[in-house]
């Protein structure tokens, strides 16, 4: 599992409440990836870190936020969770900087209701 | 962008037949493009890749086969058992020079049948 953690594992929220999801890694990987997963589209990028402070947009960022204030931990903002907000989310990292090979966490499975 | 096309969506083989999965890129300038399985509530993990200076990879009964002018990329899975059975993604990415993340198919779905 690449030491990838991700918490809460599990998690219903109500529609406009703010939710954080964290991913933290125990081997000081500089690429960090947030991602969701839905029946259909498969897995989607929505924000990555290529270092402390350093952030980018994916593919399907809106209503996203993201922070890396230190290299283990990324965290993802939901600032006003929507129902189409509801999906698997999953955390990657890159192994080496010299690499592409991305390795995943378990998933943070999120209903906002 | 990349855009990624995978299929089937869903196969059904024979325990012991084999089971092809293709994939289809768009962008030239990929390079680099592994293949996950997802079993159920897990993430996905990384069971075999290749690079675009590579036409053919294998790993015991999983191969992968790259063909740069089509623009396509096979999984192949020989000997198929019980616990192949899961979703599998294929993906693509212009690798580290372009620092582009992975752009992923939408995964199909393999039951191997006993």
């Known amino acids: 599992d690449a030491g990838i953690t991700q918490s809460p594992r599990h998690k219903v929220t109500e529609t406009g409440t703010p939710v954080t999801l964290r991913c933290h890694q125990t081997?000081?990987?500089?690429?960090m990836y947030w991602y969701r997963q839905d029946p259909g589209h498969g897995l989607r990028l929505i924000h990555y870190?290529?270092?402390?402070?350093?952030?980018d947009k994916g593919e399907v960022s809106d209503g996203y936020s993201v922070s890396r204030s230190k290299t283990e931990d990324f965290l993802l903002t939901l600032e006003s969770a929507t129902s189409s907000q509801t999906s698997v989310y999953f955390c990657a990292i890159r192994a080496l900087v010299s690499t592409d090979t991305q390795y995943f966490g378990p998933g943070t499975r999120l209903t906002v209701l | 962008g990349e855009n990624v096309e995978q299929h089937p969506s869903t196969l059904s083989v024979q325990e012991g037949d084999s089971a092809v999965i293709k994939c289809t890129y768009s962008?030239?300038?990929?390079?680099?493009f592994p293949w996950y399985k997802q079993e159920l509530g897990k993430g996905p993990q990384l069971i075999i890749d290749?690079?675009?200076?590579?036409g053919e990879k294998k790993d015991q009964r999983i191969a992968v086969t790259l063909n740069k002018t089509a623009k396509h990329f096979s999984l192949h899975i020989t000997e198929t058992q019980p616990e192949d059975s899961a979703v599998y993604f294929c993906a693509a990415s212009m690798g580290v020079r372009g620092n582009t993340p992975l752009v992923f198919g939408k995964g199909t779905r393999l039951s191997v049948i006993a």
């Open positions: 870190s290529y270092g402390v402070k350093d952030t």
């Open positions: 290749i690079r675009s200076n590579v």
């Open positions: 081997e000081n990987h500089r690429y």
């Open positions: 962008d030239s300038a990929s390079n680099y």
